[in-house]
Nanobody, 124 residues
Framework: QLQLVESGGGLVQPGGSLRLSCAAS????????IGWFRRAPGKEREGVSC????????YYKDSVKGRFTISRDNAKNTVYLQINNLKPEDTAVYYC?????????????????WGQGTQVTVSS
């Protein structure tokens, strides 16, 4: 049974950094994409970044470019999201998701499996 588990969230001051992790288990194919999404209070869930398992190609939402970095460790079946210079507007529940496709997409409907989410709160 495929499972995605996020970790690494927490309370951080503006300007700080966090590294979120998404550990995948129960899946052996190389043809999938891991995406990071977030849902801020009162807002729709939005995609912020994704990475291909097979070739490591990455894609970012324009508004997070330069502050967010997605990476993968295939040996650990883990994808990371490094977030630097955190801002209060980054406060959200962050989810990772697995999509059974090749390429890149930040559309929620393209993803098939979801983790439970990890809370990131940016506040002084």
């Amino acid at each position: 049974q495929l499972q995605l588990v996020e970790s690494g969230g927490g309370l951080v001051q503006p300007g700080g950094s966090l590294r979120l992790s998404c550990a995948a288990s129960g899946f052996t194919s190389d043809n999938y994409v891991i995406g990071w999404f977030r849902r801020a209070p009162g807002k729709e869930r939005e995609g912020v970044s994704c990475i291909s398992r097979s070739d490591g190609s990455t894609y970012y939402k324009d508004s997070v470019k330069g502050r967010f970095t997605i990476s993968r460790d295939n040996a650990k079946n883990t994808v990371y999201l490094q977030i630097n210079n955190l801002k209060p507007e980054d406060t959200a529940v962050y989810y990772c998701a697995l999509g059974l496709f090749v390429g890149s997409s930040l559309a929620r409907t393209d993803y098939d499996y979801w983790g439970q989410g990890t809370q990131v709160t940016v506040s002084s």
